[in-house]
């Protein structure tokens, strides 16, 4: 069965259905999260994160960030200051899960064995900062949500980033440790800029009270869930499988119980070596993306054309990018200016159920443009009148999203494209 067999009689699913099953859960498909005409508002862009369980959060700003690029490709008409009120009145919070994510608040208790695994783990560096975590306390506790310039500390440490000699403020990299354990949590953004509070004063008392009382072992499993819900597809290769570290032989033991409880369906899908799952619950769902052969869907609209952002929900699995859209992808930010192919912040185009191609964008702020450095098609793609057209609104209706009054285009593949 190729990479992570796990034992189970297989649901045998054209690669295609696949693909437009796992678009429609990700709210990528024709149509998106919500109907034309309705402008989306904080409770609806709380939805769409409940949807997809969690948005990853990034602080690259060459155009506007990760979190909001991901909202806006499923909601148009998505404004930032949407999620900024949304963690201001509390309705989300800031913590790992396939790594700094914003998530629905009533998640919170699900989270507490990551947070006491953290706890464990990182109790001697804190031991090693206790002043500074007793100045940290105290000062957010008389005061209120403090951000990391309101502590001032001559004191440097070797923090996450720092290669050679210890560089990091002390009381910076004592906050950043107590984010991991949950002891305070990030209750507002100021663009780059986070407000740290006591998680006490930040969560429901309901929601820490179960936080407090559930056990690392139910929380684990209901964080299983969520990952699954997240993912929708999943393989056994995912070393951080169920968002925590799992050794290969854990992952492969875990998914033969789910299929033998009749949790977790095991597919084949055709051209694909690689073992995919779906949750039970979503089978009738993805015989619903089947289509019988020589059935074509009519459509007299274009597709939906969306840029997403390198650390969109439907990225999160590169292979599972490469086994279903033949789509190879790597986010070329970390690395060095003569190893990028394709730039600095290149962001795939989805045009219907198809990977068409890359731009690589950035926002000149000062000169309110928004600027194409590269406009990349796949081999294979044809520019048409029409294809170009849908990738001219797309790319104006990009720029009017981040209050650009202008729109440049560089370097294109194929050279000449015009739009």
Same mark, same amino acid.
């Given at each position: 069965?190729?990479?992570?067999?796990?034992?189970?009689?297989?649901?045998?699913?054209?690669?295609?259905?696949? +693909?437009?099953?796992?678009?429609?859960?990700?709210?990528?498909?024709?149509?998106?999260?919500?109907?034309?005409?309705?402008?989306?508002?904080?409770?609806?862009?709380?939805?769409?994160?409940?949807?997809?369980?969690?948005?990853?959060?990034?602080?690259?700003?060459? %155009?506007?960030?990760?979190?909001?690029?991901?909202?806006?490709?499923?909601?148009?008409?998505?404004?930032?200051?949407?999620?900024?009120?949304?963690?201001?009145?509390?309705?989300?919070?800031?913590?790992?899960?396939?790594?700094?994510?914003?998530?629905?608040?009533?998640?919170?208790?699900?989270?507490?064995?990551?947070?006491?695994?953290?706890?464990?783990?990182?109790?001697?560096?804190?031991?090693?900062?206790?002043?500074?975590?007793?100045?940290?306390?105290?000062?957010?506790?008389?005061?209120?949500?403090?951000?990391?310039?309101?502590?001032?500390?001559?004191?440097?440490?070797?923090?996450?980033?720092?290669?050679?000699?210890?560089?990091?403020?002390?009381?910076?990299?004592?906050?950043?440790?107590?984010?991991?354990?949950?002891? +305070?949590? %990030?209750?507002?953004?100021?663009?780059?800029?986070?407000?740290?509070?006591?998680?006490?004063?930040? %969560?429901?008392?309901?929601?820490?009270?179960?936080?407090?009382?559930?056990?690392?072992?139910?929380?684990?499993?209901?964080?299983?869930?969520?990952?699954?819900?997240?993912?929708?597809?999943?393989?056994? /290769?995912?070393?951080?499988?169920?968002?925590?570290?799992?050794?290969?032989?854990?992952?492969?033991?875990?998914?033969?119980?789910?299929?033998?409880?009749?949790?977790? %369906?095991?597919?084949?899908?055709?051209?694909?070596?690689?073992?995919?799952?779906?949750?039970?619950?979503?089978?009738?769902?993805?015989?619903?993306?089947?289509?019988?052969?020589?059935?074509?869907?009519?459509?007299?609209?274009?597709?939906?054309?969306?840029?997403?952002?390198?650390?969109?929900?439907?990225?999160?699995?590169?292979?599972?990018?490469?086994?279903?859209?033949?789509?190879?992808?790597?986010?070329?930010?970390?690395?060095?200016?003569?190893?990028?192919?394709?730039? @600095?912040?290149?962001?795939?185009?989805?045009?219907?159920?198809?990977?068409?191609?890359?731009?690589?964008? @950035?926002?000149?702020?000062?000169?309110?443009?928004?600027?194409?450095?590269?406009?990349?098609?796949?081999?294979?793609?044809?520019?048409?009148?029409?294809?170009?057209?849908?990738?001219?609104?797309?790319?104006?209706?990009?720029?009017?999203?981040?209050?650009?009054?202008?729109?440049?285009? /560089?370097?294109?593949?194929?050279?000449?494209?015009?739009?």
């Amino acid at each position: 069965m190729g990479e992570g067999s796990v034992g189970g009689t297989p649901l045998r699913v054209a690669r295609d259905a696949v +693909i437009r099953f796992l678009l429609d859960a990700q709210h990528l498909a024709h149509g998106g999260a919500r109907g034309p005409g309705t402008a989306p508002t904080p409770p609806a862009v709380l939805r769409e994160i409940r949807h997809l369980e969690g948005v990853q959060i990034d602080p690259v700003s060459v %155009v506007e960030r990760n979190q909001h690029l991901v909202l806006a490709a499923r909601l148009p008409g998505y404004l930032p200051e949407m999620l900024g009120e949304l963690l201001r009145r509390r309705r989300v919070f800031e913590y790992w899960a396939n790594a700094a994510c914003v998530l629905p608040v009533e998640d919170y208790p699900i989270f507490e064995g990551t947070r006491r695994r953290y706890r464990a783990r990182l109790a001697p560096d804190l031991t090693a900062l206790r002043p500074v975590v007793r100045r940290i306390f105290a000062d957010i506790d008389a005061h209120g949500p403090l951000t990391a310039r309101a502590f001032v500390s001559d004191h440097r440490v070797r923090g996450a980033w720092d290669l050679g000699d210890p560089k990091t403020k002390a009381t910076s990299h004592a906050l950043s440790l107590l984010l991991k354990t949950g002891d +305070i949590l %990030v209750v507002k953004r100021r663009g780059l800029e986070r407000y740290f509070d006591l998680p006490e004063r930040a %969560v429901p008392a309901a929601l820490m009270r179960r936080a407090r009382a559930i056990s690392a072992h139910d929380a684990d499993a209901l964080l299983l869930e969520k990952y699954l819900r997240a993912y929708r597809l999943f393989d056994a /290769g995912d070393p951080r499988f169920g968002w925590r570290a799992m050794p290969a032989g854990a992952r492969d033991q875990t998914l033969r119980r789910l299929v033998r409880a009749g949790r977790v %369906v095991p597919l084949l899908i055709d051209g694909v070596g690689r073992q995919y799952f779906v949750r039970a619950g979503d089978v009738d769902d993805l015989r619903r993306h089947e289509r019988p052969a020589g059935a074509q869907t009519v459509r007299e609209d274009d597709p939906p054309m969306r840029f997403l952002a390198p650390l969109d929900n439907l990225l999160w699995r590169r292979s599972r990018l490469r086994d279903l859209f033949r789509f190879e992808y790597t986010w070329e930010v970390y690395l060095p200016p003569r190893k990028r192919r394709y730039g @600095h912040y290149a962001m795939p185009i989805l045009f219907g159920d198809r990977l068409i191609g890359r731009l690589d964008p @950035h926002l000149d702020r000062e000169a309110r443009r928004l600027v194409i450095r590269l406009l990349h098609l796949e081999p294979g793609i044809r520019p048409t009148g029409r294809l170009r057209r849908v990738l001219r609104e797309a790319l104006e209706s990009f720029a009017r999203f981040h209050g650009a009054a202008g729109l440049d285009i /560089g370097r294109t593949v194929p050279p000449g494209l015009r739009l």
